[in-house]
């Protein structure tokens, strides 16, 4: 099979990218430029792409038997009014995912943060317990796993079933740690299980539908629902209608582990939930979170019972996106001691908190685009570093409408100083002009509620500014869901010159 992806470089339609060319697909791809990690990881795994749009370049080496049509396919993008003028058969890449990922059994990992990190550390679980899942995440791991995984041959998915359940809870065939029967004997996934990360953001510019729409979730785990994306989801009415809607795709006799944020602004009445969280009310109850520069600490206390967890990633929030794993990990069958030694060994994903460098100041990077994830992260490093706290931030296009003003009153009340870089251009749709703000607009929001905001759009002087005003002990966190042009890069070489 022949299989073109329009919009290659993005994490997700990479990672699948490599998933098919790892089953010995012809894989290609385009797209309107190229970076690492994303280039670097393509060429490492041999899968051809170019950049710009060249239908003549699409069909070199044969017509696609399928093309992938990512977000960035706009309605003049040559390639796309190729494949419609020839009939070619086309997916988004949630369709992709939905034909040939999901399994009896999927596990949706969503919510408005911590959904990459929870499905990435869910797969690195179920991975280490025997379970050899399909599954796919919007990251790179810092552990040896791809970011999404294919069955050895892939076709069309069979209808979701469902395990044999006890007392209303789905119960996983018998498995022993160290055993060596893995539940899919091929040695690749196919099996009974899939882990997808379950993204709220619009199927494709002509399905505003979420992602995780298609997922056919039997297996619920949602971190947060806290309002993003004012693009697609105008209020916040509209926001959390779109996870209650996935709540509701679960099954009756399914597994729907919620945390005690989203259970807040969810109707769970219908339905049993297991929930999680720092309340003494939840079923399993996260306590005495420690942090510091090397990691998280913290219990869980289930059922009468305490289990001590330690982590090498970073982050208050890590320990609660932990819990929601463990949760989901022990309510299909895992032993508590499997988990932890399981969570143990889990490194991350990377621009989730990522230390960069560590020298005479440190510098982080993370994909924190909304003011609620910049708050999270900042918290976060307030409790463990004394030193001044730097934050350049640029938000995604949700967090660039007008109506997301008020979600940036005090959120970065932990940072000491907060930088606007030059914003990424985005596109804007005819009369639509108005509805997005620019650097100097984002600078007056903030300082509204923090007294030293800058915005700074040439990125040399960025960088020198970063240099000349941080000592020893400081922190530089970069925010966004961009790149930052080279800026961390660059940082970094400047600070380790003599």
């Known amino acids: 099979m022949n299989i073109h992806f329009i919009g290659i470089c993005g994490v997700a339609m990479s990672a699948l990218a490599i998933a098919f060319k790892k089953v ?21 795994n041999q899968v051809d792409f170019y950049p710009g749009w060249h239908p003549d370049m699409m069909i070199k080496d044969g017509v696609p038997d399928l093309v992938v049509v990512g977000n960035v396919a706009s309605s003049t993008n040559p390639e796309w009014l190729y494949v419609k003028e020839h009939n070619l058969p086309y997916l988004s890449y949630p369709e992709l995912i939905a034909k040939y990922l999901i399994s009896p059994n999927s596990i949706v990992c969503a ?3 911590g959904k990459t990190t929870s499905a990435a550390l869910m797969t690195w679980i179920l991975k280490e317990n025997g379970y050899n899942p399909n599954y796919m995440f919007g990251g790179v791991a810092l552990n040896d796993m791809d970011s999404a995984f294919l069955p050895a041959h892939p076709s069309a998915s069979p209808p979701a079933r469902h395990l044999p359940s006890y007392e209303g809870r789905i119960i996983s065939p018998p498995y022993t740690r160290g055993s060596g029967r893995e539940r899919d004997v091929s040695g690749r996934g196919g099996g009974e299980w899939s882990v997808l990360e379950g993204d709220e953001y619009k199927t494709g510019r002509s399905d505003p539908r979420p992602k995780f729409v298609h997922y056919s979730p039997t297996h619920l785990l949602l971190t947060s629902v806290v309002w993003d994306h004012a693009d697609v989801y105008p209020t916040e009415e509209s926001y959390v209608q779109a996870f209650q809607n996935l709540y509701d795709l679960v099954p009756s006799d399914g597994v729907r582990v919620i945390s005690e944020k989203a259970i807040k602004v969810i109707d769970t009445k219908e339905k049993p939930v297991v929930s999680y969280g720092a309340d003494k009310a939840n079923e399993y109850q996260l306590a005495n979170v420690r942090q510091s520069k090397i990691g998280v600490a913290f219990d869980i206390v289930h059922d009468g019972k305490t289990y001590h967890l330690q982590t090498q990633t970073l982050g208050a929030f890590m320990a609660d996106n932990i819990t929601g794993c463990f949760a989901l990990a022990h ?4 032993k508590p001691d499997d988990i932890i030694q399981s969570v143990a060994g889990f490194l991350g994903t990377r621009r989730r908190l990522e230390k960069r460098y560590a020298g ?11 003011p609620s994830k910049a708050e999270a992260i900042l918290n ?3 409790t463990v570093y004394e030193g001044k706290i730097v934050a350049v931030f640029e938000p995604n296009t949700g967090n660039r409408e007008k109506q997301s003003a008020p979600g940036y009153d005090n959120a970065f009340a932990a940072a000491n100083e907060v930088i606007i870089p030059r914003l990424t251009k985005i596109k804007i749709s005819p009369g639509d002009g108005e509805r997005s703000v620019d650097g100097p607009d984002l600078k007056k929001i903030i300082e509204k509620t923090h007294p030293r905001v800058y915005c700074i759009e040439d990125d040399e002087a960025l960088i020198l500014h970063l240099l000349n005003t941080t000592k020893k002990d400081d922190v530089v966190v970069f925010l966004g869901s961009h790149g930052f042009r080279g800026m961390i890069e660059t940082l970094i070489a400047q600070l380790q010159l003599p």
């Open 111 to 113: 919510g408005t943060y």
């Open 360 to 370: 005479k100041i440190t510098v982080f990077d993370d994909i924190a685009h909304s």
């Open 380 to 382: 976060s490093l307030r």
């Open 331 to 334: 309510q299909i069958g895992l």
């Open 24 to 44: 010995n697909w012809k894989v290609t791809g385009s797209d309107a430029g190229f970076f690492p990690p994303v280039s670097t990881n393509l060429e490492k």
